[in-house]
């Protein structure tokens, strides 16, 4: 079936450091690919999206390119800030469901 | 995108009661769902709100344990029954519009439910 792996344990990082979070999938078909964020007591929101090979989803500083010859997703940031502390989950869907990674807990240090 | 609202917010039950979760959508939509994201975890799918029908659950859960009710397209209901300490988690639930053909959903705020 869909599946998601993420990149395993939380990342802690200084302010205005680069934030690399990997996310690659397995799937049949062509999915749409997704990033999520969750903050500190809140809800899920969409971060950005992919919908075809080579897409690139972009929002608020973060980026991710839909990369169908390594099954990939990887989200990168270019310098992370205290706010951007957060869970983030790369999801799939190929249909009407969605399958979540595990997520990845960001922690920005001032 | 669609604002969700849930209700409750948070919730502290005791063992072998019931909890019926509230969601309203200001705008109807195609589709309803219903996840619950088990603590330090990621979020598993319970079912699918049909409008009009029975909803679609997936593997491992069952209707008499979570029945669903989705009575319009702006509005859907989950119940959690029997609760044990297990079923401590957070419910969210999301949406998909009609534009987006079921492959984009926007999510609740999430109902926490602690259960003792």
């Known amino acids: 079936g869909d599946s998601v792996t993420q990149m395993e344990g939380p990342v802690t990082l200084s302010e205005e450091a680069f934030l690399t979070i990997n996310c690659t999938y397995t799937?049949?078909?062509?999915?749409?690919l997704f990033w999520y964020v969750q903050y500190p007591g809140e809800g899920l929101q969409l971060l950005l999206k992919a919908t075809k090979a080579d897409d690139k989803g972009s929002n608020k500083g973060f980026e991710a390119t839909y990369r169908k010859e390594t099954t990939s997703f990887h989200l990168e940031k270019g310098s992370v800030q205290v706010s951007d502390s957060a869970v983030y989950f790369c999801?799939?869907?190929?249909?009407?469901?969605?399958?979540f990674g595990k997520g990845n807990q960001v922690v920005v240090i001032p | 995108s669609a604002v969700i609202s849930q209700k409750p917010s948070r919730d502290i039950c005791q063992r072998g009661t019931s909890l019926t979760i509230q969601c309203q959508v200001d705008?109807?939509?195609?589709?309803m769902f219903w996840y619950r994201q088990q603590p330090g975890q990621s979020l598993t799918l319970i079912a699918t709100a049909n409008q009009g029908s029975e909803a679609t659950y997936e593997s491992g859960f069952v209707i008499d344990k979570f029945p669903i009710s989705r009575p319009n397209l702006t509005f859907s209901t989950l119940t959690v029954s029997n609760m044990s300490p297990e079923d401590s988690s957070i419910y969210l639930c999301?949406?998909?519009?009609?534009?987006?053909?079921?492959?984009?959903?926007?999510f609740g705020p999430g109902t926490r439910l602690t259960v003792t």
């Open positions: 999801a799939l869907s190929a249909s009407h469901r969605l399958a």
């Open positions: 799937a049949t078909g062509y999915p749409s």
């Open positions: 705008s109807q939509v195609t589709m």
């Open positions: 999301s949406v998909a519009t009609r534009d987006s053909l079921f492959y984009e959903q926007y």
